[in-house]
């Protein structure tokens, strides 16, 4: 799997990233893992601002920085395009930001999965629109603040994997920037796949999480530790398989780094680790589900 | 380029801009003052042991299964790590701060399998310039064995004179095979003798050798330990029915001493009385009933925990808070008579006290008493200048030196803790101040600087290796990230059953599997030493950290932005934030 000596940074340093920023560590540590024969597209996210600010790129990669709803057949096109000149030796990765994926991207990102197109969506998931200033997105998590949900979002976060998942895709996984190892090897797994495969990082995000700029490290281990964000792949929509057991640290762990979460009862709390469990139950019993069936 | 296609490539830019230029154009290493430091710092386990064992760096060998460069790590500081890693009171584990997390690492358990499994040689730590010197070391406990294995690696000429017919000291003599098989004593002292340290056994120093020796030896180290026998000052004490406790295991017959006996009374709660009692228990086997009686409360004994627990699998009976006034019989020995005691301890000298205690007296069957409340040390052959006659010991300075400037000291026949460990540290003490002095610098600046931590031990390597670990910061719990570690029990190694044990002297504690000693070393945190991980290179979001070489970083100061990721995520406290100019 990934090897040191075969890898080397392809984002470099002067990058206009808040200090800490979990969307520049989570970028640098994917095209790390994909290597120097990347085409990359970005759509307007945080993402984008850390790739470039014209005229200076921060990527030792092309990347085409297209429009907000439109990372998924972008990629789809570049990776045609290539495919036709017969160049199979070169990735196709799209990168989009939670807005980009979960809400405004969603559709032309449904319809490439439908054509299980051949490239890798990475979603970065801050879970807000950050780049404009923290507004709430369908990613960002019940009772969560945002400018604007004020008093905390009343609706769940949208289950981006089991959407994926219900395409039939390839190969769809979650990973964290907690588990560099981890995340590298997904990231390799879906550049050896045929067909769409999807990413899941947790990218946490100093100033909108209201959160000090060194815990966003410690922000992505707690939210698999907690089993906030735990980390698993689904193979074809249907094999799920844990790649990481988490502790089952209490949630409150997690929360209270957290200045989005600040205005949480004891009660909220509580009830926030009771829909944690149960997700992670739903998410076990895939698991166990076809472990059974493989078992037969 | 055809002018076509230059053309072509500047339309297309008018329409979709590329970006050419490189962002590190953008210092934005200005954006903060602060920036990290790579600096391993000790580990609490390591101020702690007296003999300054690289416990992290040596668990982290481990943990890869490469004991060989453990024990060569290990041999950096300690001669005698197969006897530590048995007998050592491991002041280590009750400092570890995994002891905050769940349990200790087996620190101790994991010395003895590095010694046991691992194959190096001791480094030679002088250069060719150095000078040498000549040393006379007399008694060849720890102590001595210290000091001539420290000298011998800074390339001087070293000779042990020891009295008894083989070396070891109260290791071979002593400490029972049960707890110190002879063969790792043999190994471990045969590693030390190969350095060309001369060896003349049999050879009694007094007095008047003494005075020979200090015409051919630069200098001489006094390592003689303390052999006489504390006594407990009743009349009564006299009679043959009465023992006392090294003169009992060091004789040869010591087996006369138990045969027949029905009730054994041993006095004392120290390492010594156990080491009595337990040995009593396999010369007389199971009917006899041993009894251990201490002033101090029970669970307060001052013995290694593990030592009496073993005791009591064995059947000894542990009595705290009595001391003994009479020894009752008249041609032999029928009872003892204890009074209730507590003792109490100075705060200021440290010394104990005994005070009487509330409750009866006890009377206790006895056909054999062994008394172990502690030896002293033959000071009679040394100059008086340099004994201190309130405790019958020998005086040394931080630097090891006796008031005559020529003698050093260590071990039990110096004021500090009788324990093997404490004797290896004044040993090495001891040689490292020759060392200086033989070379014209000045202990007294270097010794402190070589200090660990607050504690007293010193280090070799860090003499060697200067300023690679900052040896003055202890790593604390709250500053390690432990986010990425679970909680786990630890290893520990078999035990032979006690029934067996009740006549056997082969050794009780079976130690660590080689499998289960890296599954043991994987638990130590690593505090302040940086194993590799990498990171704090792989998370710093600004690609501000090179990596270049096993386990060297180096922090570009011209785009680090201080966001301090990186010293909060290592999960060993090996960064620092620290304001730069
Ligand atoms: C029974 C027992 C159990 C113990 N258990 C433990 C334990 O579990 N853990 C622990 O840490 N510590 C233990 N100790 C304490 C520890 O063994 C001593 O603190 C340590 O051995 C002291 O080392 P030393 O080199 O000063 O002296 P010693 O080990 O006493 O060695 C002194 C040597 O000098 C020789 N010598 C003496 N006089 C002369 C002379 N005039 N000329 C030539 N040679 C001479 C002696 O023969 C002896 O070989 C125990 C001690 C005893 C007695
Ligand atoms: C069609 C369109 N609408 C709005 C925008 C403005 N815009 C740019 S980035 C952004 C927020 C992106 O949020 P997200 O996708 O979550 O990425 P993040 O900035 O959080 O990384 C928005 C709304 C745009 N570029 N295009
Ligand atoms: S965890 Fe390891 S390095 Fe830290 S104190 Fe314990 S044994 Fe020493
Ligand atoms: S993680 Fe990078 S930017 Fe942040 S303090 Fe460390 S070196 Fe500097
Ligand atoms: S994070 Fe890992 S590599 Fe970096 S200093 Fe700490 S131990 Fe060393
Ligand atoms: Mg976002």
Same mark, same amino acid.
């Given at each position: 799997?990934?090897?040191?000596?075969?890898?080397?940074?392809?984002?470099?340093?002067?990058?206009?990233?808040?200090?800490?920023?979990?969307?520049?560590?989570?970028?640098?540590?994917?095209?790390?893992?994909?290597?120097?024969?990347?085409?990359?597209?970005i759509?307007?996210?945080?993402?984008?601002?850390?790739?470039?600010?014209?005229?200076?790129?921060?990527?030792?990669?092309?990347?085409?920085?297209?429009?907000?709803?439109?990372?998924?057949?972008?990629?789809?096109?570049?990776?045609?395009?290539?495919?036709?000149?017969?160049?199979?030796?070169?990735?196709?990765?799209?990168?989009?930001?939670?807005?980009?994926?979960?809400?405004?991207?969603?559709?032309?990102?449904?319809?490439?999965?439908?054509?299980?197109?051949?490239y890798?969506?990475?979603?970065?998931?801050?879970?807000?629109?950050?780049?404009?200033?923290?507004?709430?997105?369908?990613?960002?998590?019940?009772?969560?603040?945002?400018i604007?949900?004020?008093?905390?979002?009343?609706?769940?976060?949208?289950?981006?994997?089991?959407?994926?998942?219900?395409?039939?895709?390839?190969?769809?996984?979650?990973?964290?920037?907690?588990?560099?190892?981890?995340?590298?090897?997904k990231?390799?797994?879906?550049?050896?796949?045929?067909?769409?495969?999807?990413?899941?990082?947790?990218?946490?995000?100093?100033?909108?999480?209201?959160?000090?700029?060194?815990?966003?490290?410690?922000?992505?281990?707690?939210?698999?530790?907690?089993?906030?964000?735990?980390?698993?792949?689904?193979?074809?929509?249907?094999?799920?398989?844990?790649?990481?057991?988490?502790?089952?640290?209490p949630?409150?762990?997690?929360?209270?780094?957290q200045?989005?979460?600040?205005?949480?009862?004891?009660?909220?709390?509580?009830?926030?680790?009771?829909?944690?469990?149960?997700?992670?139950?739903?998410?076990?019993?895939?698991?166990?589900?076809?472990?059974r069936?493989?078992?037969? | 380029?055809?002018?076509?296609?230059?053309?072509?490539?500047?339309?297309?830019?008018?329409i979709?801009?590329?970006?050419?230029?490189n962002?590190?154009?953008?210092?934005t290493?200005?954006?903060?003052?602060?920036?990290?430091?790579h600096?391993?710092?000790?580990?609490?386990?390591?101020?702690?042991?007296?003999?300054?064992?690289?416990?992290?760096?040596?668990?982290?060998?481990?943990?890869?299964?490469?004991?060989?460069?453990?024990?060569? %790590?290990?041999?950096?500081?300690?001669?005698?790590?197969?006897?530590?890693?048995?007998?050592?009171?491991?002041?280590?584990?009750?400092?570890?701060?995994?002891?905050?997390?769940?349990?200790?690492?087996?620190?101790?358990?994991?010395?003895?399998?590095i010694?046991?499994?691992?194959?190096a040689?001791?480094?030679?730590?002088?250069s060719p310039?150095?000078?040498?010197?000549?040393?006379?070391?007399?008694?060849?406990?720890?102590?001595?064995?210290?000091?001539?294995?420290?000298?011998a %690696?800074?390339?001087?000429?070293?000779?042990?004179?020891?009295?008894?017919?083989?070396?070891?000291?109260?290791?071979?003599?002593?400490?029972?095979?049960?707890?110190?098989?002879?063969?790792?004593?043999?190994?471990?002292?045969?590693?030390?003798?190969?350095l060309?340290?001369?060896?003349?056994? =049999?050879?009694?120093?007094d007095?008047?050798?003494?005075?020979?020796?200090?015409?051919?030896?630069?200098?001489?180290?006094?390592?003689?330990?303390?052999?006489?026998?504390?006594?407990?000052?009743?009349?009564?004490?006299?009679?043959?029915?009465?023992?006392? =406790?090294?003169?009992?295991?060091?004789h040869?017959?010591?087996?006369?001493?138990?045969?027949?006996?029905?009730?054994?009374?041993?006095?004392?709660?120290?390492?010594?009385?156990?080491?009595?009692?337990?040995?009593?228990?396999?010369?007389?086997?199971?009917?006899?009933?041993?009894?251990?009686?201490?002033?101090?409360?029970?669970?307060?004994?001052?013995?290694?925990?593990?030592?009496?627990?073993?005791?009591?699998?064995?059947?000894?009976?542990?009595?705290?808070?009595?001391?003994?006034?009479?020894?009752?019989?008249?041609?032999? %020995?029928?009872?003892?008579?204890?009074?209730?005691?507590?003792?109490?301890?100075?705060?200021?000298?440290?010394?104990?006290?005994?005070?009487?205690?509330? =409750?009866?007296?006890?009377?206790?069957?006895?056909?054999?008493?062994?008394?172990?409340?502690?030896?002293?040390?033959?000071?009679?052959?040394?100059?008086?200048?340099?004994?201190?006659k309130?405790?019958?010991?020998?005086?040394?300075?931080?630097?090891?030196?006796?008031?005559?400037?020529?003698?050093?000291?260590?071990?039990?026949?110096?004021?500090?803790?009788?324990?093997?460990?404490?004797?290896?540290?004044?040993?090495?003490?001891?040689?490292?101040?020759?060392?200086?002095?033989a070379?014209?610098?000045d202990?007294?600046i270097?010794?402190?600087?070589?200090?660990?931590?607050?504690?007293?031990?010193?280090?070799?390597?860090?003499?060697?290796?200067?300023?690679?670990?900052?040896?003055?910061?202890?790593?604390?719990?709250?500053?390690?990230?432990?986010?990425?570690?679970?909680?786990?029990?630890?290893?520990?190694?078999?035990?032979?059953?006690?029934?067996?044990?009740?006549?056997?002297?082969?050794?009780?504690?079976?130690?660590?599997?080689?499998?289960?000693?890296?599954d043991?070393?994987?638990?130590?945190?690593?505090?302040?030493?940086?194993?590799?991980?990498?990171?704090?290179? %792989?998370?710093?979001?600004?690609?501000?950290?090179?990596?270049? =070489?096993?386990?060297i970083?180096?922090?570009?100061?011209?785009?680090?932005?201080?966001?301090?990721?990186?010293?909060?995520?290592?999960?060993?406290?090996?960064?620092?934030?620290?304001?730069?100019?």
């Amino acid at each position: 799997m990934y090897k040191e000596n075969t890898v080397e940074d392809l984002m470099r340093s002067g990058h206009f990233a808040c200090p800490g920023c979990g969307v520049a560590i989570a970028m640098r540590l994917v095209l790390r893992a994909l290597g120097r024969k990347t085409i990359a597209v970005i759509i307007p996210s945080c993402a984008s601002i850390i790739a470039a600010t014209h005229p200076h790129s921060a990527l030792e990669i092309p990347a085409f920085h297209g429009t907000f709803e439109t990372a998924a057949p972008t990629a789809a096109g570049i990776s045609y395009a290539l495919k036709i000149r017969g160049k199979s030796d070169i990735t196709v990765v799209a990168i989009a930001g939670d807005g980009g994926t979960f809400d405004i991207g969603l559709q032309s990102l449904s319809g490439t999965a439908d054509r299980n197109e051949h490239y890798i969506y990475v979603c970065l998931d801050n879970e807000a629109y950050m780049n404009t200033g923290i507004q709430a997105s369908s990613a960002t998590p019940r009772r969560a603040w945002t400018i604007t949900t004020p008093a905390g979002r009343s609706a769940r976060k949208k289950n981006i994997m089991e959407i994926m998942a219900a395409h039939r895709i390839p190969y769809a996984a979650t990973a964290s920037i907690g588990y560099p190892q981890d995340l590298m090897d997904k990231v390799q797994k879906a550049k050896g796949i045929e067909g769409t495969k999807f990413l899941h990082i947790l990218t946490p995000c100093a100033t909108g999480w209201r959160m000090a700029e060194n815990l966003t490290v410690n922000a992505a281990i707690l939210s698999v530790e907690t089993r906030i964000f735990p980390l698993y792949e689904v193979f074809d929509g249907k094999k799920y398989g844990i790649t990481y057991e988490p502790q089952g640290l209490p949630v409150e762990e997690y929360l209270k780094i957290q200045g989005r979460y600040r205005h949480l009862d004891a009660g909220q709390i509580e009830r926030m680790q009771t829909e944690t469990d149960e997700e992670w139950e739903s998410l076990y019993r895939h698991v166990t589900d076809c472990q059974r069936k493989g078992a037969l | 380029m055809t002018t076509q296609e230059n053309l072509r490539a500047a339309d297309y830019e008018t329409i979709i801009p590329v970006s050419r230029a490189n962002t590190k154009v953008f210092k934005t290493g200005q954006w903060s003052q602060k920036k990290p430091t790579h600096h391993p710092k000790l580990s609490p386990c390591r101020e702690a042991c007296p003999v300054g064992n690289n416990i992290p760096g040596a668990l982290a060998h481990v943990s890869k299964g490469d004991y060989n460069a453990a024990l060569a %790590l290990i041999l950096q500081e300690n001669p005698l790590p197969g006897i530590c890693g048995r007998v050592c009171y491991h002041p280590c584990q009750t400092s570890c701060n995994r002891n905050q997390f769940d349990e200790t690492v087996e620190i101790r358990s994991l010395e003895r399998a590095i010694a046991d499994y691992g194959c190096a040689t001791p480094q030679i730590c002088s250069s060719p310039t150095d000078n040498k010197t000549t040393i006379a070391v007399i008694g060849s406990g720890p102590a001595g064995l210290s000091a001539a294995y420290f000298l011998a %690696l800074f390339g001087h000429r070293v000779t042990i004179f020891e009295s008894r017919a083989e070396p070891g000291g109260v290791l071979r003599y002593g400490i029972p095979e049960y707890r110190l098989p002879g063969e790792v004593l043999n190994r471990e002292i045969g590693r030390i003798l190969a350095l060309g340290i001369d060896l003349e056994k =049999g050879v009694r120093i007094d007095s008047e050798r003494l005075d020979d020796l200090q015409d051919r030896f630069e200098y001489i180290f006094l390592g003689t330990g303390a052999w006489l026998p504390q006594k407990t000052g009743l009349s009564s004490e006299n009679r043959e029915t009465i023992q006392y =406790g090294l003169d009992f295991l060091s004789h040869e017959k010591k087996e006369i001493f138990c045969q027949g006996k029905k009730n054994i009374v041993v006095i004392g709660g120290g390492d010594v009385a156990v080491d009595v009692a337990r040995t009593a228990r396999r010369l007389c086997g199971p009917g006899t009933v041993i009894t251990m009686i201490a002033p101090e409360k029970e669970g307060d004994f001052p013995a290694i925990p593990e030592g009496l627990a073993e005791a009591e699998d064995e059947r000894i009976r542990i009595i705290g808070e009595y001391q003994p006034i009479e020894f009752i019989g008249n041609s032999h %020995l029928e009872k003892v008579r204890f009074v209730r005691t507590k003792v109490e301890k100075d705060r200021v000298t440290g010394r104990y006290t005994l005070l009487p205690g509330d =409750g009866n007296d006890l009377l206790v069957d006895a056909d054999l008493v062994l008394i172990a409340i502690g030896q002293l040390p033959d000071t009679g052959l040394f100059l008086p200048e340099i004994v201190d006659k309130d405790f019958s010991k020998v005086f040394v300075n931080d630097l090891g030196m006796t008031p005559s400037s020529r003698f050093y000291a260590g071990g039990d026949l110096t004021r500090k803790r009788p324990a093997v460990a404490d004797a290896i540290l004044s040993g090495k003490r001891a040689a490292l101040s020759i060392h200086l002095k033989a070379n014209g610098y000045d202990p007294e600046i270097i010794i402190p600087a070589l200090t660990l931590g607050q504690g007293s031990s010193l280090s070799i390597s860090a003499y060697i290796e200067a300023g690679l670990i900052d040896l003055k910061k202890v790593v604390q719990f709250a500053e390690l990230n432990t986010l990425l570690y679970r909680k786990t029990g630890a290893e520990h190694g078999t035990k032979s059953p006690p029934e067996t044990r009740r006549t056997d002297f082969s050794e009780v504690n079976g130690g660590l599997e080689r499998k289960a000693a890296i599954d043991e070393a994987k638990r130590c945190f690593y505090c302040g030493s940086c194993i590799g991980c990498d990171l704090c290179f %792989l998370l710093c979001p600004d690609i501000s950290i090179a990596k270049e =070489g096993d386990r060297i970083y180096r922090v570009d100061k011209d785009y680090c932005k201080g966001c301090s990721i990186c010293a909060t995520v290592c999960p060993r406290h090996v960064i620092e934030m620290e304001e730069s100019q």
